[in-house]
């Protein structure tokens, strides 16, 4: 199995752990507009 196949094999273990409602949140939640908020005032330091 070379090096590439490898890695094809983890990503897709560690895919199919992953819980994707824990990395979404529902439009409109208090949860998904501090995301917005933290990730707007990232890009915006970044921009100056």
């Known amino acids: ?21 824990e990395l979404t949140a529902e439009e409109g939640t208090e949860e998904a507009v501090e995301a917005l908020t933290t990730t707007d005032s990232r890009t915006s330091a970044r921009s100056v």
């Open 1 to 21: 199995m070379g090096f590439f196949d490898r890695f094809r094999k983890r990503v897709q273990e560690v895919a199919d752990e992953t819980d994707l409602d």
